[in-house]
């Protein structure tokens, strides 16, 4: 019963939160946002929506392991999974991707991040440290969109991009785009609080850690939204729009979901994730140096090494 109740949980969430970002992405285009502020902000935000919902109820339930493992195994995930799977199918050349200045922003904010855990449990005000930083991030967005305006050219994801990937339409009437954003506001937290006391559940028959579950099951499921888009970018050899969508989407994980989960701790944090999990995280982020400053293809080859290392880790936590 309690596997049913995290896959239903999980469907609800992914379609739930596609419903928001189909919502939030047409409007946005609609209103003339630059495609630029949309990829960054709105679908980075949408697709991370799950994430950020399984948090909060995890901390209002007092379950802070489901939470946190949820974050840095999605952020994990991200990269060995997200973006292996597609280089498994679909090599992707990344000599053409600007994508450096936000790759140092995620780096930056993981290494911020992990010094605030080891000074856990995380409290209001390092909540308020995440916040500061996603503002500063945000800013710095509006900032290129308006060098980009000035046709300063740093950014090669177009309105159409989006439409396609998020299969947003400009043109949708406002009604509909009501619709889509009501649907995803009311599914999210109705999916995550059958998410969680599955997982919950789980847990606690199984005899397996909160953290354990938060970092496998929940993890890899909040992730499904990331997958779907970068396969499709891989597809369509949109590698920037791939590799925007991860970085995009992690910054986000560790910035906003963590920095508004911290107002409902605190958040203890279990001694594995400092000597392990958070490690591992910024491992499988710094691999991705290779692609961003030396235009590495991301080949077949590394699609396998990226599965393998996910593997490993995923059977080495469960052992």
Not at 40 to 64: C, D, K, R, W
Not at 173 to 201: H, N, Q, R
Request: glycine letters at 10%; aromatic letters at 8%; one cysteine or more.
């Amino acid at each position: 019963m309690d596997i049913l109740l995290v896959f239903a949980g999980l469907i609800v969430l992914l379609v739930a939160g596609d419903s928001l970002v189909k919502g939030a992405v047409s409007l946005s285009l609609r209103l003339g946002i630059p495609a630029l502020i949309v990829s960054f902000t709105i679908v980075g935000f949408g697709t991370s929506a799950p994430e950020l919902l399984i948090a909060v109820q995890s901390a209002l339930e007092g379950a802070p392991g489901i939470a946190l493992g949820n974050v840095v195994g999605s952020n994990t995930a991200n990269v060995l999974l997200v973006l292996g799977i597609p280089a498994l199918m679909m090599t992707m050349d990344t000599s053409r991707c600007d994508t450096r200045r936000s790759y140092i922003q995620m780096i930056a904010a993981s290494v911020v991040f992990i010094a605030l855990c080891y000074l856990g449990p995380l409290h209001i005000w390092q909540g308020i440290v995440l916040l500061v930083l996603l503002v500063a991030m945000l800013g710095d967005a509006f900032v290129a969109a308006r060098r980009a305006r000035r046709g300063v050219n740093i950014d090669s994801v177009t309105s159409e991009d989006l439409s396609e990937l998020e299969d947003a339409d400009p043109n949708m009437p406002v009604w509909k785009v009501s619709a889509y954003m009501i649907a995803g506001l009311i599914g999210l937290p109705f999916g995550a609080d059958i998410l969680i006391e599955g997982a919950l559940g789980i847990a606690d028959k199984h005899g397996i850690s909160e953290e354990i579950v938060g970092l496998t099951l929940v993890a890899i499921g909040t992730s499904l939204p990331e997958l779907a888009t970068t396969v499709v970018a891989a597809f369509r050899r949109q590698a920037d729009v791939a590799l925007g969508n991860v970085i995009g989407s992690n910054m986000f994980n560790l910035l906003a979901i963590m920095g508004i989960a911290s107002f409902f701790g605190p958040l203890e944090i279990a001694p594995r994730f400092l000597y392990s999990d958070l490690w591992i995280m910024l491992a499988s982020s710094a691999v991705l140096a290779l692609f961003v400053f030396f235009g590495l293809k991301l080949s077949r080859l590394w699609g396998f090494l990226f599965l393998t290392a996910y593997v490993v880790y995923i059977v080495s936590m469960l052992h």
